[in-house]
Each structure stands twice: as structure tokens, then as C-alpha cells.
């Protein structure tokens, strides 16, 4: 079946350094949606991405599609305690079933 | 705003207990999702439904059912409760075609 692989695991970064979490599919993809989940929370919906080469902000966050539909970004300026979570994509499969990356952690060093 | 909630938010049950999670949404959702979450494994889709009194598997079925008799509400049942059922459950709906998903607070389930 489709897999989305994210990468990395953990992004370890000081207060004020940026960060960055990708995700690959082998497959051309439909849309990608991009969740945060604050420790000890659930996941929050962020946004959903469906064109081609399509980049998106919020505030700090910079969400890119790639051109081929096969791989999507989120990018995090100047990174905030506020910050600190874990960051999933999903992807939307030919039966409609939402396939979730692993999710990257952002911790940020004391 | 839409709101997913869950019964418990911790829960501690013993070895073959049987075990009733609960979710209830109040935006008239037609899609409903269980999924168990534990570290390093991400979200892992348990069952889902569609519609009153549809269900469908998701990845890891086994040792779980499910029950949808009214459209707000999506039951998760463990028939037996087992230590490695021990994780974080999370109940999410979204309105049919699987655009976002909201989801519930969650229930972190301890089996002894």
C-alpha cells in the first residue's frame, strides 16, 4: 500500500534556529495535510496542500507541495517554545484512507 | 467549532477486562476513526466508519471492535484487554470525503 516516509525523527535546535520536516511519497499524491501535536495533546489540523509547486505561510511556517506531487515540506523560522511538538503529515490514499508519516519532534535545547 | 470528545482521558483496566472507550462529535460527521498512537510508531489506524452501523478495518483490527448504532458516536471495544493494548487512543472524524480530521483529547489506557 501507499507509505509516506517523514523525515527526521527528532530536530533538536536552540530557541531562534530553524526547522525543517519532510515528507516522500514514491507515488504522486492527491493533497497532503500537515497536523502538530503538542506534548501530552492531540492532533491539531495545520493545513492541506493540493497543487503542484504550491508554497503556503503561516506566520513562521512555510508549507511547500514539490512539483511532482511526491514530496512536501514545513519549515519553521526563528523556532518558539510554542514551537515544541511533534509535526505528522498525512496523505490521502485511492480508497480515501488517510496514511500519517512517522511525525518529527521538535525539541528545542535549554 | 467542531468538538470530538472522549470519555476518559486515562483509564487503568486489568488483564482481560473488557473495555469500552467512547467518542462523541457534534458536527454531524459521516466519517469516524480509531487509531492508537505509541512512540516511534506514529498514528496506526484501528478501525473507521462511514456511516450508522458501517465499519471497515484499518491497519491493526485485531483484538478491537467497534460499535456505530448513532451518527455523533463511535464506540471502541477491547473484548479482552491485553498489556499490549496499553497505548494512547485517539477518536477523530472528519465530514465524507476525508478532508481534515479533528480529533478527540485522547485516552491513555493502562492494562495491568
Known amino acids: 500500500g501507499q507509505q509516506v516516509m517523514q523525515i527526521p525523527q527528532y530536530q533538536h535546535v536552540q530557541e531562534g534556529e530553524d526547522f525543517t520536516t519532510y515528507c516522500n511519497s514514491s507515488?504522486?499524491?492527491?493533497?497532503i495535510q500537515w497536523y502538530k501535536q503538542r506534548p501530552g495533546g492531540h492532533p491539531v489540523f495545520l493545513i492541506q496542500?493540493?497543487?503542484s509547486g504550491e508554497v503556503k505561510k503561516q506566520k513562521r511556517l512555510t508549507f511547500q507541495f514539490g512539483e511532482a506531487k511526491k514530496n512536501s515540506s514545513l519549515h519553521i523560522t526563528a523556532t518558539q517554545t510554542t514551537d515544541v511538538g511533534t509535526y505528522f503529515c498525512?496523505?490521502?490514499?485511492?480508497?480515501?484512507?488517510?496514511?500519517w508519516g512517522a511525525g518529527t519532534k521538535l525539541i528545542i535545547k535549554p | 467549532d467542531v468538538k470530538v470528545t472522549q470519555s476518559s482521558r486515562y483509564l487503568v483496566k486489568r488483564t482481560g477486562e473488557k473495555v469500552f472507550l467512547e467518542c462523541v462529535q457534534d458536527m454531524d460527521h459521516e466519517n469516524m476513526f480509531w487509531y492508537r498512537q505509541d512512540p516511534g510508531l506514529g498514528l496506526r489506524l484501528i478501525y473507521f466508519s462511514y456511516d450508522v452501523k458501517m465499519k471497515e478495518k484499518g491497519d491493526i483490527p485485531e483484538g478491537y471492535s467497534v460499535s456505530r448504532e448513532k451518527k455523533e458516536r463511535f464506540s471502541l471495544i477491547l473484548e479482552s484487554a491485553s498489556t499490549n493494548q496499553t497505548s494512547m487512543y485517539l477518536c477523530?472524524?472528519?465530514?465524507?470525503?476525508?478532508?481534515?480530521?479533528?480529533f478527540g483529547p485522547g485516552t491513555r489506557l493502562t492494562v495491568t
Open positions: 496542500l493540493v497543487k
Open positions: 507515488t504522486t499524491l492527491s493533497n
Open positions: 498525512a496523505v490521502m490514499d485511492s480508497n480515501y484512507q488517510l496514511i
Open positions: 477523530a472524524s472528519s465530514l465524507f470525503g476525508r478532508q481534515r480530521e479533528y
